[in-house]
């Protein structure tokens, strides 16, 4: 195959990549996205702020420009996000307690009803544990509702859309000897004893001098994939653009049937939301392909 999603199909695979609505106008770029992939994510435009900018009151137009144009092109999309501490819109800021916890509901469900039976997986809670060595949940106005919160978000997406599959996606869950890993397994495997619906586990993977690859990779993708659930690469930049690096991380996900696709975090390194000058992606800020990207085709 001669483009990252053809390669990718062969082994039952996606490849994607983030989009963000404001360069659909760019030709270079959805040259490029059009030609080598085959799932999208919104860069921004379906985060809570983008979608429901005053409570109640939901605008899909960037969201759906979009998909629009994924679905266009032939392309699945994975919905980003609905549940997170992070771009939500300033009313949502200043909510706490039990109103704070209705309108996740009530976003969830507003979001769902617009997508239901389009967007085959969702990120429903982004980013809620903590870093360090705690193993816990990350502080945050959400968590302060109620330690059930995250089980209430799958619980409201499941009857929302009962055909999309739900995931819950976080950075630093890539390295099996770190507690943040572990604390996410732990509440994955105590959602699959309990039934709370869960599908899916994005493992954002950016990757750069703190949070390296580790080799350790393949045993977190095969441990989550255990749990009966399945394990997506979501949000893969490494910083630097090593070229054996991206090949390991294709590697470790085709060597777990449930690891199902791999999206990088921008198409050219000048998309990145890290700065060009980081090199993390696979197209040079030219949209030249780099070696990584040969690299990664190879490993496909
Ligand atoms: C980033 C976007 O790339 C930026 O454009 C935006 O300014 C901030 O968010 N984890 C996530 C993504 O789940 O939504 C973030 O995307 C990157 C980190």
Redesign the pocket.
């Known amino acids: 195959a001669s483009t990252l999603g053809a390669a990718a199909a062969q082994s039952g695979r996606y490849f994607g990549t983030?989009i963000?609505s404001g360069k659909l106008g760019d030709g270079t770029y959805t040259g490029i996205a059009n030609r080598e992939f085959n799932m999208i994510t919104a860069?921004?435009e379906m985060?809570i702020d983008a979608t429901e900018p005053n409570q109640g009151q939901f605008n899909f137009t960037n969201a759906d420009r979009i998909y629009n144009w994924a679905t266009q092109n032939g392309k699945r999309m994975r919905g980003?996000?609905l549940a997170w501490h992070?771009?939500q819109p300033g009313w949502m800021q200043s909510l706490s307690g039990s109103a704070l916890r209705q309108a996740m509901i009530n976003h969830i469900n507003g979001v769902l009803n617009h997508y239901k039976g389009k967007i085959p997986y969702w990120d429903v809670v982004?980013?809620a544990y903590a870093d360090g060595n705690s193993g816990g949940r990350r502080d945050s106005n959400l968590q302060r509702t109620g330690n059930d919160w995250i089980e209430v978000a799958f619980r409201t997406a499941r009857a929302a859309d009962p055909s999309a599959k739900l995931c819950y996606?976080d950075?630093n869950i890539d390295n099996w000897t770190w507690a943040k890993t572990q604390g996410v397994y732990n509440m994955v495997k105590d959602f699959k004893s309990r039934g709370v619906p869960i599908d899916c586990v994005g493992l954002?993977s950016?990757f750069n001098g703190n949070s390296p690859y580790n080799s350790n990779y393949r045993t977190t993708i095969s441990q989550f994939a255990a749990l009966g659930v399945d394990v997506a690469i979501t949000?893969l930049d490494i910083q630097g653009g090593s070229a054996s690096t991206y090949a390991s991380v294709v590697n470790d996900c085709l060597a777990v049937s449930r690891c199902i696709g791999i999206t990088v975090?921008g198409v050219r390194d000048s998309d990145s939301?890290l700065g060009a000058n980081t090199t993390p992606l696979l197209f040079d800020s030219s949209g030249n392909k780099k070696a990584a990207y040969n690299s990664v085709l190879n490993a496909l």
């Open positions: 983030a963000a860069e921004n985060k980003h996000t992070n771009q982004n980013e996606n950075y954002q950016h949000e975090w939301w």
